[in-house]
């Protein structure tokens, strides 16, 4: 599974600081001296925990992916699990990355909608409702209803705005109109509209008959019919016969969800005292960065799958910790292809991870500072026998480049050794409390 080029590497060496004339003659310090102010680069690998897999011979695809970087991190520094999804919530990376950035989601959370209605920089009034958007592809199998594909193929951009635009040219009205995004992730704004809808995530519904599902948006007829008139667009639309020519999947329907009203969060750099910032490829991440009052950076070629600009992503994070304290590097990749079911794809999603994000980075921090610390960890895991997510707690491991200077233990950044370590957090703010060695501004959290 290893790509090519990818052999291990040696553990990057973080960089040795200029050394000063002593005034005086002085015991040499087991402490490095430190270089500027410390910085805080929370990894996150989407989806990619997993369950011990037969295929594996037992072992999940986190211990068998090539992981040095990640490795250097858990075997170095510290490794643990935490419970970034309350129990009574629905596992996704809404709820979990809401948490990992300090903000409780059974508190914080309205739906999934109206953060990645922020990313698109659409204003809701307090009477709107947001719902995600994406474009599927359904099939009849006699009398049920399938869903094929959450994703549509991984339509492009290109093409799936051309849908959106002929969805909002022929069917909006005054009140529904659906804003295009990337690929098959949309946002349709109900102005005046219901929250109170029981909608289905499509990525939970891959392979089920979804009549069900379908049916639940007849308790709102006014959404419904615009549904049911849009599906009738895409039919017949040629973007989608060209699809069915060259043996691709059709968008053949819209299929609304997560929705929720305009939620109230408190400034990141308020709470934490710390400048932070955002790298994504999905609108999801760039919302809550946005939400939080985070600068949101666009990185050239970030896709959300496995031809993302991993290099771009760690080269741009470079650039901005020059002036902010704290950034968020989010990977999508691994998620994607766990939900389609590809044991193969997520290994090798897991190594690119490492190689190119993890890897890279530990060599160029040191260009910037000696002082910083890393947490890599998935949202939540996303195993391949369920193609969904999970809410069980999920690996982390922290690296301090001051403290950090002995390695700990043997064995590699996976599941089964975070479970085995003491070290559990029962939420993402109390990870994300520990990681950034503060306390919130009380008077701040006191307003969530």
Known sequence: MEKEGQEKKKTPSKGSPKKSAPKKKK????EPEVLGPRKYILLIGDGMGDFPLKELNGKTPLEVAITPGMDFIASYGEIGSCQTVPPFMQPGSDVAIM???????EKK???RGPIEASARGIELKPEDVAYRCNLVTLRFEGSELIMEDYSAGHISTEEATELINSINHK??????????GVSYRHILIWKGGSGGLHTYPPHDLIGKNVW????????EPYLKE????SIEVLEKHPVNQRRKLE???PANAIWPWGQGRAPDLESFEQKWGLKGGVISAVDLIKGLGFLAGMRVIEVPGATGYLDTNYKGKVDYAIEALRELDFIVLHVEAPDEVSHQGSLELKIKAINEFDYRVVRYLLERLPELT????ILVCCDHLTPIPIRTHSIKPVPWAIFDSVRDKEKKREGNFCERVAYESPQFFRSGPDLLEYFLERKPNLKEAETS
């Open 171 to 180: 069917v909006s009205t005054d009140k529904i109109e659906i804003f295009p």
């Open 226 to 229: 615009f549904i049911l008139k």
């Open 370 to 373: 000696n002082n910083f610390r």
């Open 247 to 249: 043996n691709k999947r």
């Open 99 to 105: 948490g990992l950035l300090g903000y409780p989601p």
């Open 27 to 30: 015991e040499a310090s087991s």
């Open 109 to 111: 959370y309205t739906g």
């Open 212 to 219: 069900f599902a379908f049916q639940s948006y007849d308790e």
